[in-house]
C-alpha cells in the first residue's frame, strides 16, 4: 500500500540484527510511530539495545523513524550516504515530513532526526564484531542508495534498489534512473549473498532481484523499442503494458503510465550521449 491512517506509514521492510552486546536496524519506518513499533519489537526481542540504524535512501518511508529510536537510544549511531545526509539538510527533510504527515495524519509528528553518519560506498565497518559491507554504485533508485551485506550471513539488505511484489520505483519514478539500477541488481546478484531483504515485498533468495531486473529491463527495452519505432511516451502505453503483463498483479501497476514517461526521458537522453 502507500502509507496512510491505517498503516501509519508502515510500507517498507525494517531489519534488525543481533549482535554480541546490541542491535543493528536497518531503515527505521515511514514515520515516528512505526519508530516507536520498532523499538517495542526490538525490546520484546532483547534488552540489549539499539546501537547503529542504517538509512537505505533518502526517502521518507525508510528514515522517518529514527527520531524514535533515537527518542530510547540516545547512543544510537545514525548512517547513510553523504548524498543523502546532504539533501535531506537542505530541506527534502522537511518536504518528506510534510508529505508523510498528510498521508497518514499525526502519527508522523515527532521531531526529525536526520543520520549523519556519512557513508560513500565501499567501507567495511565492524560494529560489535559483526562485519558489514557498503555497496553503493551510483544513481539507481535513487542517487543516495546503499546496500548493506552481512557476509557472515550471506545476506545483503538491498533498499529500494530490489523491490518485490510492488511495481520497482514506481512511487517516487522522478528519482531514479533505470540504467543505472538494472546495473546495481546485475552488482548485487554478482556478491556471495544467499538471502535478500528487498525495500519493499517478500525476502528470499535470487528469484527476488531477478523480478525487480526482468521488470526493470524489459521495461527499459520495450520503451527504447517503441521509442525507436517513432512513437512518444503517451502513445506506447498499450504496447508496453503488454511487454509487462506478467506484472500485473504488482501493486501500483496502474501508475505504469508515469513511469513511462520517465524511462522514456531517458531513454531519450541516452540517444543523444
Same mark, same amino acid.
Given at each position: 500500500?502507500?502509507?496512510?491512517?491505517?498503516?501509519?506509514?508502515?510500507?517498507?521492510?525494517?531489519?534488525?540484527?543481533?549482535?554480541?552486546?546490541?542491535?543493528?536496524?536497518?531503515?527505521?519506518?515511514?514515520?515516528?510511530?512505526?519508530?516507536?513499533?520498532?523499538?517495542?519489537?526490538?525490546?520484546?526481542?532483547? /534488552?540489549?539495545?539499539?546501537?547503529?540504524?542504517?538509512?537505505?535512501?533518502?526517502?521518507?518511508?525508510?528514515?522517518?523513524?529514527?527520531?524514535?529510536?533515537?527518542?530510547?537510544?540516545?547512543?544510537?549511531?545514525?548512517?547513510?550516504?553523504?548524498?543523502?545526509?546532504?539533501?535531506?539538510?537542505?530541506? !527534502?527533510?522537511?518536504?518528506?515530513?510534510?508529505?508523510?504527515?498528510?498521508?497518514?495524519?499525526?502519527?508522523?509528528?515527532?521531531?526529525?532526526?536526520?543520520?549523519?553518519?556519512?557513508?560513500?560506498?565501499?567501507?567495511?565497518?565492524?560494529? /560489535?564484531?559483526?562485519?558489514?559491507?557498503?555497496?553503493?554504485?551510483?544513481?539507481?533508485?535513487?542517487?543516495?542508495?546503499?546496500?548493506?551485506?552481512?557476509?557472515?550471513?550471506?545476506?545483503?539488505?538491498?533498499?529500494?534498489?530490489?523491490?518485490?511484489?510492488?511495481?520497482?520505483?514506481?512511487?517516487?519514478?522522478?528519482?531514479?534512473?533505470?540504467?543505472?539500477?538494472?546495473? &546495481?541488481?546485475?552488482?548485487?546478484?554478482?556478491?556471495?549473498?544467499?538471502?535478500?531483504?528487498?525495500?519493499?515485498?517478500?525476502?528470499?533468495?535470487?528469484?527476488?532481484?531477478?523480478?525487480?531486473?526482468?521488470?526493470?529491463?524489459?521495461?527499459?527495452?520495450?520503451?527504447?523499442?517503441?521509442? !525507436?519505432?517513432?512513437? &512518444?511516451?503517451?502513445?506506447?502505453?498499450?504496447?508496453?503494458? &503488454? /511487454?509487462?503483463?506478467?506484472?500485473?498483479?504488482?501493486?501500483?501497476?496502474?501508475?505504469?503510465?508515469?513511469?513511462?514517461?520517465?524511462?522514456?526521458?531517458?531513454?531519450?537522453?541516452?540517444?543523444?550521449?
Amino acid at each position: 500500500a502507500m502509507p496512510d491512517r491505517d498503516n501509519a506509514g508502515m510500507i517498507s521492510n525494517t531489519g534488525v540484527i543481533l549482535t554480541e552486546s546490541g542491535v543493528i536496524v536497518i531503515d527505521s519506518g515511514g514515520s515516528y510511530a512505526i519508530g516507536r513499533l520498532i523499538v517495542r519489537k526490538v525490546r520484546e526481542l532483547t /534488552d540489549k539495545p539499539i546501537i547503529a540504524v542504517f538509512n537505505t535512501h533518502i526517502h521518507g518511508d525508510h528514515w522517518l523513524g529514527n527520531s524514535a529510536i533515537r527518542e530510547s537510544y540516545a547512543g544510537a549511531r545514525f548512517y547513510a550516504h553523504q548524498k543523502a545526509i546532504n539533501r535531506l539538510q537542505n530541506g !527534502e527533510a522537511e518536504n518528506w515530513r510534510n508529505i508523510i504527515d498528510q498521508m497518514v495524519g499525526d502519527n508522523s509528528s515527532g521531531s526529525l532526526h536526520l543520520p549523519n553518519e556519512e557513508l560513500q560506498g565501499g567501507e567495511t565497518i565492524d560494529i /560489535d564484531n559483526l562485519q558489514m559491507k557498503v555497496h553503493h554504485t551510483g544513481h539507481a533508485h535513487t542517487d543516495s542508495d546503499i546496500m548493506i551485506e552481512v557476509p557472515s550471513n550471506r545476506l545483503l539488505f538491498t533498499g529500494d534498489v530490489v523491490e518485490y511484489g510492488r511495481l520497482v520505483s514506481s512511487d517516487v519514478p522522478q528519482d531514479f534512473d533505470a540504467r543505472g539500477q538494472i546495473e &546495481a541488481i546485475r552488482y548485487a546478484l554478482e556478491l556471495p549473498v544467499d538471502i535478500f531483504v528487498p525495500g519493499h515485498g517478500e525476502t528470499g533468495s535470487r528469484e527476488i532481484p531477478e523480478a525487480s531486473l526482468k521488470f526493470l529491463q524489459t521495461l527499459y527495452d520495450s520503451v527504447q523499442r517503441n521509442y !525507436e519505432a517513432g512513437l &512518444a511516451d503517451y502513445e506506447m502505453k498499450e504496447q508496453v503494458s &503488454a /511487454d509487462l503483463a506478467s506484472f500485473s498483479g504488482w501493486f501500483n501497476f496502474d501508475q505504469l503510465g508515469r513511469m513511462i514517461s520517465f524511462v522514456f526521458q531517458q531513454v531519450e537522453s541516452a540517444d543523444f550521449e
